[in-house]
């Protein structure tokens, strides 16, 4: 069994569980990450200074990662993204 074998959707609805992820994923990133100093709910900012929200959510992005590589590629970035907003948004005092 080679690599593309495994990765590959096991189903049509796996299929399209992944395209949704993905696009998802996609269209978040697009237009949250790519502006600057997004304004995100209190709650949100509140609960990502938690250490144990971070962990989950790591936790999230590996078993994305491990369900399909695109759609952790993704989950990846928006993590990263969202950490950089709220750590910049919370060091300036907003």
């Known amino acids: 069994m080679s690599w593309t074998q495994l ?3 096991t189903s049509e609805s796996d299929k399209y569980l992944r395209m ?3 696009l998802t994923l996609f269209l978040w ?3 949250y ?3 600057l100093e997004t304004s995100y709910p209190p709650t949100l900012v509140d609960a990502y200074a938690l250490p144990l929200t971070r962990v989950f959510l790591l936790v999230l992005v590996v078993l994305a990662a491990a369900w399909c590589p695109t759609v952790g590629i993704l989950a990846a970035l928006a993590y990263v993204c969202l950490g950089a ?3 910049f948004l919370t060091r300036t005092g907003k």
């Open 7 to 9: 990765l590959a959707p």
């Open 20 to 22: 949704a992820a993905a």
């Open 29 to 31: 990133c697009l237009f």
């Open 33 to 35: 990450a790519t502006h």
């Open 85 to 87: 907003d709220v750590l």
